[in-house]
């Protein structure tokens, strides 16, 4: 993985570089991604959490992509890619971060490899080098994700959430905790989830293959205990035979 300020004994000191993950709604990217930033001390990075960050600041990108959603249009590559771009300018960014959510499109995976490759360097004892992203795909099957999304119900009153096939609460339909009528929301019907599964797929298959074609994706298996998962992450993360 090249030369590291750290050792694996010490995971928030190493440079960890990019990390990206992909995976289906459901698939657990972001159980997975709070896991890495809280053991290597890296920044997860949402596009969704940068672009109402801007929205909020009134920054001069903000101010355009609030245009943008108010007219009722889609905001551009070139808005969300210079949000990403000034976010990875940050501190907190020095040593790796952790990018759910982006790319989405092979056209945004093309602008990143510019940008880390141009722009983005780690350091060892004040020598510059380059860490190319390692990118882990977190494969769960259809039937499993279909489950784990249309099966979700939560309470109106306390919040807490269920799974009628791996969470079920004591007594179908009622909340263990107070004991209010628990409900689906309307974007977790099977007509629904389906939808954004087939999408995802569509846009997602493009993005692995270039992925693939750099020998940079990595596979790790979603349907398991999410420790035995994470372990599969981090070891994944940590021995990406990057350079």
Not at 6 to 35: E, F, H, M
Not at 108 to 127: C, I, M, P
Request: glycine residues 12%; proline residues 5%; positive net charge.
């Amino acid at each position: 993985m090249g030369s590291q300020a750290g050792t694996v004994l010490d995971p928030k000191s190493r440079n960890t570089g990019p990390v990206i993950l992909l995976g289906a709604p459901g698939a657990g990217k972001g159980t997975q991604a709070k896991l890495i930033a809280e053991r290597y001390g890296i920044p997860q990075i949402s596009t969704g959490d940068i672009l109402r960050d801007n929205v909020a600041r009134g920054t001069e990108l903000g101010k355009k992509a609030k245009a943008v959603m108010e007219g009722g249009g889609l905001v551009s590559d070139d808005l969300v890619c210079a949000m990403v771009a000034d976010r990875l300018k940050q501190a907190d960014c020095k040593r790796g971060f952790i990018l759910d959510g982006f790319p989405r499109t092979v056209a945004q995976a093309e602008w990143l490899d510019r940008h880390l490759t141009d722009n983005v360097s780690f350091f060892d004892k004040g020598k510059p080098y380059k860490i190319p992203p390692v990118v882990i795909n977190i494969k769960v099957g259809y039937n499993q994700l279909l489950q784990r999304l249309t099966g979700r119900r939560s309470c109106p009153t306390c919040g807490r959430i269920y799974n009628v096939y791996f969470q079920p609460p004591r007594s179908e339909g009622i909340c263990d905790v107070d004991g209010g009528k628990l409900v689906t929301r309307k974007d977790d019907t099977e007509e629904v989830i389906s939808e954004r599964l087939k999408a995802y797929e569509r846009q997602t298959l493009p993005l692995a293959d270039f992925y693939r074609g750099k020998r940079q994706l990595r596979e790790v298996d979603g349907e398991g205990s999410v420790e035995s998962i994470t372990g599969a992450m981090f070891k994944v993360v940590e021995n990406a035979d990057r350079l």
